[in-house]
């Protein structure tokens, strides 16, 4: 049974870091895509950065861009987003979402059959 668990979520500054977790149970985490993705209530859910099965491809969208660092530790089945230079806009709850074999890896969320909880992230000073 796949299960994905979003951790890292907190209030930060404008400016500030903060990283999230997305700890995979349940499957080999190198043979899945993950993608991340983040919502604000009332609002579509928006596509933020994935990572491709086996090779590993990233992908992130134009407002994350040199900001944002998705990277995979496929030992310790987690994925992390380093989030950096965080913007009060970038307040939302943050979902990681898999799926088997996805490569290169899409941030369309209709790909993803498996999703987390969601951890919130809120800027504000």
């Known amino acids: 049974q796949v299960q994905l668990v979003e951790s890292g979520g907190g209030l930060v500054q404008p400016g500030g870091s903060l990283r999230l977790s997305c700890v995979a149970s349940?499957?080999?985490?190198?043979?899945?895509?993950i993608g991340w993705f983040r919502q604000a209530p009332g609002k579509e859910r928006e596509a933020v950065s994935c990572i491709g099965a086996r090779e590993g491809n990233t992908h992130y969208a134009e407002p994350v861009k040199g900001r944002f660092t998705i990277s995979r530790d496929n030992v310790e089945k987690t994925v992390y987003l380093q989030m950096n230079s965080l913007k009060p806009e970038d307040k939302d709850v943050y979902y990681c979402?898999?799926?088997?074999?996805?490569?290169?890896?899409?941030?369309?969320?209709?790909?993803?059959?498996?999703w987390g909880q969601g951890t919130q992230v809120t800027v504000a000073s």
């Open positions: 349940g499957l080999r985490l190198d043979w899945y895509a």
């Open positions: 979402a898999t799926e088997l074999d996805l490569r290169p890896c899409t941030t369309s969320s209709d790909a993803y059959d498996y």
